[in-house]
């Protein structure tokens, strides 16, 4: 490529907010260069028909032994999608404080290639959880802000879902009704017939074309990348390992990037008069304190000090087990097996009122899950999962930092994760496996496994059809798999605010400091929620394109958003 070019505009990370953001800019007129530090993944590995048994502890051993060893204990890792995951030696991170399992994918499409597609939008009990309980801080926006941005990412994505008119999970806009599996509709007038607060919906979720292949058929990318192409606008830069921004030492504005080729090594440098950083949570903070310089020694735009602070995941559990009576699986909204998704939800229905004393924690957790429709063969017992998250409170001493002792193969300081349960998230999550094992219990279902962050909860009837191995590596794993990172929901650490004294970036999710410099993945995010952050992440993205858009010149952007 043309590294004398100067560009518009400049996008590191091509996942779920790169996407949007090459899509928006484009097409309002900016040229882009979109930087991604993987490959263009071949179409042919989206094709491979999938594993025929279920993943077992032999394949997560042998991903251990050639270098996947935490991405391996993911839920949903398959030695069929090996290519998804990153190379843990070639990519280490350390940590400090409690476990922390950190999923990343490094290619074309990021993790938007292998994310479950849940897209649900956050509410005003979530921007105004502050104002509600009195912990931490408010956003600075509120729901109404969003409003328009998740329509527009919505209807471009095409998500399929059903309203329901609920507070606390804001209706969207859908290409059509998702469904529910009988066993679902069962399980669903079961449990609000004794639980009326728990409101159970289908997932909402983002259709299979959101992902597809390019124009010559031979790699597979995303739809707003594909739109973003279509405008003649973007550049897209594969195996471009970004290590640092760069800026004007007279100005502070940021004037591009330096990335080192991932397979040759080589160092490049490229100009832009906007640098948007949708890298994800931990790789923007990991790229802004790495930019360190002599006017900005604690790292890029960290002028109030909190940058990599005020970092977040979900606690996570897990219950899974089978349905007596029946075998096989139901069809719902897919005409195939691989393409059967979907599931149900049930959005947080803790602490929602003033006048809610019913728990001993504040916030609250989601769950969802596949009931009837896992696909087996009919001679197997009909199955059913559910998952369970809960919001983590945004805490000081939970934290990003550089591990400059340890680097990863293209010589840049790794990041260190420190990050630990409070009493809160503990409570939280014993709640969560007490909720979910009693609505089982209601149905009569058999469990398998039901375990959390915290325990195994089964314990004497564990994972009955395996051997002894089997349940010996589960029983010594399982707080690794199901600890922190394992909801893959991790936010914060350059949070939005108020002012520029507590925080990284402005309601715009532009740096205070630094106004040509965006910050619009899930690190932006003031508190997690309960649900997914993906779909509020993209709405943020389109939001600040917009704002970009309409105030470029054709020059460093310099207008501070009001």
């Known amino acids: 490529m043309n590294t004398t070019k100067e560009f518009d505009a400049i996008v590191v990370g091509s996942g779920a907010t790169g996407g949007i953001a090459a899509k928006e800019l484009t097409e309002k007129g900016l040229e882009v260069l979109l930087l991604e530090a993987g490959p263009a993944l071949d179409e042919a590995i989206f094709n491979r028909p999938p594993l025929k048994r279920p993943v077992n502890v032999w394949d997560r051993m042998k991903a251990g032994v050639s270098g996947q060893h935490n991405q391996a204990r993911c839920s949903w890792y398959s030695p069929d999608k090996k ?56 956003w600075p926006i509120e729901y109404n802000d969003l409003v328009p941005y998740y329509e527009s990412v ?8 059903r309203k329901e ?23 669903k007038n079961t449990i609000q017939n004794k639980w009326e607060d728990r409101k159970l919906t289908p997932w909402r979720y983002v259709q299979s074309s959101a992902t597809l292949p390019d124009d010559t058929g031979s790699k597979h990318i995303t739809s707003p990348i594909a739109a973003a192409l279509a405008t003649g606008k973007l550049t897209l830069r594969d195996n471009a390992v970004v290590s640092q921004i760069e800026s004007d030492s007279s100005t502070g504005l940021a004037t591009g990037v330096t990335f080192v080729d991932r397979e040759s090594k080589q160092k490049y440098t490229v100009k832009a008069n906007v640098v948007m950083l949708c890298a994800s949570t931990i790789e923007s903070v990991r790229l802004l304190l790495n930019s360190a310089n002599a006017a900005n020694p604690d790292g890029l735009a960290n002028g109030s000090g909190v940058l990599g602070q005020y970092f977040m995941d979900q606690t996570n559990g897990v219950v899974f087990g089978s349905i007596p009576g029946h075998t096989g699986f139901e069809l719902v909204d897919g005409k195939h097996p691989g393409d059967n998704h979907g599931g149900f939800y049930i959005p947080r229905f803790q602490n929602l009122s003033a006048d809610d004393n019913r728990y001993d924690f504040i916030r609250g957790f989601n769950i ?132 520029a004294e507590t925080s990284v970036l402005n309601k715009h999710n532009q740096c205070w400091q630094i106004p040509n410099l965006f910050v619009t993945d899930a690190s932006s995010f003031v508190t997690n929620g309960a649900c997914g952050p993906t779909l509020t992440s993209m709405a943020l993205t389109a939001r600040a394109a917009e704002f970009i858009a309409g105030n470029y010149e054709g020059k460093p952007l310099t207008t501070q958003a009001v």
Not at 175 to 187: C, P
């Open 83 to 138: 290519e998804l995951f990153v190379n843990d030696f070639q990519n280490p991170y350390t940590t400090s404080g409690d476990d922390f399992l950190w999923i990343r994918g490094r290619q074309v499409g990021g993790r938007f290639q292998s994310w479950g597609r849940v897209a649900v939008r956050m509410s005003d009990y979530d921007f105004k959880a502050a104002s509600h309980d009195g912990f931490g801080e408010d």
């Open 154 to 161: 919505e209807k471009s994505l095409g998500v399929i879902g």
């Open 165 to 187: 008119g609920l507070d606390n999970l804001p209706d969207g806009e859908f290409i059509r009704e998702a469904g529910l599996s009988s066993f679902e509709e069962k399980f």
């Open 368 to 499: 969802q899950g596949m009931i009837g429709r896992i696909p087996v063969p009919d001679t197997i017992p009909t199955l059913f999962g559910l998952t369970v998250q809960g919001e983590m409170l945004p805490r000081q001493s939970n934290c990003i930092t550089v591990n400059r002792s340890k680097k990863d193969a293209w010589g840049i300081p790794v990041a260190n994760i420190h990050i630990q349960l409070s009493d809160n998230e503990r409570k939280m999550a014993a709640k969560q496996m007490q909720t979910i094992l009693e609505m089982v219990k209601e149905m009569g279902w058999n469990v398998e496994i039901a375990a959390s962050l915290l325990d195994i909860h089964n314990p004497d009837s564990l994972m009955p059809t395996a051997n002894w191995f089997e349940r010996m590596m589960f029983r010594q794993s399982y707080k690794r798999s199901l600890g922190l990172g394992s909801a893959i929901h991790e936010c914060g650490g350059a949070k939005m605010g108020a002012t």
